[in-house]
Every structure is written in structure tokens, then in C-alpha cells.
């Protein structure tokens, strides 16, 4: 499931590349891989088109709110690499990278965006922004240092995330989005 099947591979890793490149730090090895290749119970997170905040919130049983590792700005564009966390347990549940075009947010929206603690999910669902969620493509990876640190986790893992963007009605980019899930413990 993709709306754009033809997307550039190096598109699909973005804006997360960029973070890794003003860190001066090489991304870890990826892949695109079509959506029928992400395993469960990856594959119920990612492959279809509602936002990821509900879903992980719905798959863990509780609501979340991010961290973030490290922002920009640059005009309209607001750009944040993040963790998504489980309130009450500080349980990781997603790391990734959006880049927000500000302009296309009212007011309020806004705010609550550089106020840095809801995740966007949660802020278009308060503020009522009519939206639509299209992946982009699905992304296999290997664990690196730095996702394992964010994720909390050890040992190397191969790990399943997705490139989203987030349109609103209109049909103007929102946020363009890379999401990736941590290993999910399937025995218990």
C-alpha cells in the first residue's frame, strides 16, 4: 500500500537523513520493501492510512507523548527528530523524524507543536484539522547505536518503519514523516 509506488528511494528516508547528516553520522543500512513484506506485528502499525499516534496508542494500550532529540527551522518548515513514548511508562514506541510545513497549521496548532510534548496525531486530532494519511513507502533497516539507545534496546535488530506524509484538505504536504518501530517481543 502506497500512493506513490515510482517514490525516489532516497525520498522515503527523509527528513531523517538530514538530521543524520548535521550530526555528521552515516544512516544505518536500509531498504524499501513493499508493504506485503513487513511482518506482523509490524505490519498492523504500518501498512495502512491512519495516523500512527492512534494506532500505537490502540497496539499498546495507552496514550503517548514524544521527546525530542534534536529540532529546526528553516522559514515555514519545522523539523524535529523524536521518540514517541508511552505516558506513565516512558516505554518507547516509535523513533523517527517529521518535518512540519508551519504555515498550513492555525494558531493554536502551532503552539502545541513547539511546545514539543503531543505528538502530531494527538495535535491534528485536538485542533479538528481535517487530514489524510498517505505512506509513502516501508522501510527495513538495520539498528544502529543511536536507535537502539532511543528505543532501549541492545544487540542488533533488523526494524520496520515507514515513510508517511500527511496531507490536509486542501491537498497540501502537513509533515512528512519517517516512523520506525522498535523490536516488538512476539512471545509474550
Not at 514524544?66 to 506513565?88: C, D, H, I, P
Not at 539507545?149 to 506524509?165: D, I, K
Request: contains cysteine; charged residues 25%; glycine residues 6%.
Amino acid at each position: 500500500m502506497s500512493d506513490e509506488p515510482n517514490i525516489s528511494p532516497a525520498l522515503l528516508i527523509q527528513p531523517l537523513d538530514e538530521f543524520y547528516a548535521a550530526a555528521g553520522q552515516s544512516l544505518p543500512p536500509w531498504q524499501a520493501i513493499d508493504g506485503e513484506e513487513v511482518p506482523e506485528p509490524y505490519k498492523t502499525m504500518l501498512v495502512h492510512r491512519d495516523d500512527m499516534t492512534p494506532t500505537l496508542e490502540k497496539f499498546h494500550r495507552g496514550t503517548i507523548h514524544l521527546r525530542v532529540l534534536g529540532r529546526r527551522r528553516n522559514g515555514n518548515e519545522y523539523s524535529r527528530e523524536v521518540v514517541l513514548l508511552l505516558n506513565g511508562a516512558s516505554t518507547p514506541v516509535e523513533f523517527g523524524a517529521i518535518k512540519i510545513y508551519f504555515d498550513r497549521f492555525p494558531e493554536a496548532a502551532r503552539e502545541l507543536i513547539l511546545g514539543e510534548h503531543r505528538p502530531l496525531g494527538t495535535i491534528l486530532d485536538d485542533c479538528s484539522i481535517i487530514h489524510t494519511s498517505r505512506p509513502k513507502g516501508f522501510l527495513k533497516l538495520a539498528s544502529d547505536r543511536l536507535i537502539a539507545e532511543v528505543l532501549g534496546f541492545s544487540g542488533a535488530h533488523v526494524l520496520y518503519g515507514r515513510r508517511n506524509t500527511l496531507f490536509d484538505a486542501e491537498e497540501r504536504p502537513l509533515a512528512e514523516i519517517v516512523e520506525i518501530l522498535p523490536p516488538v517481543d512476539t512471545n509474550s
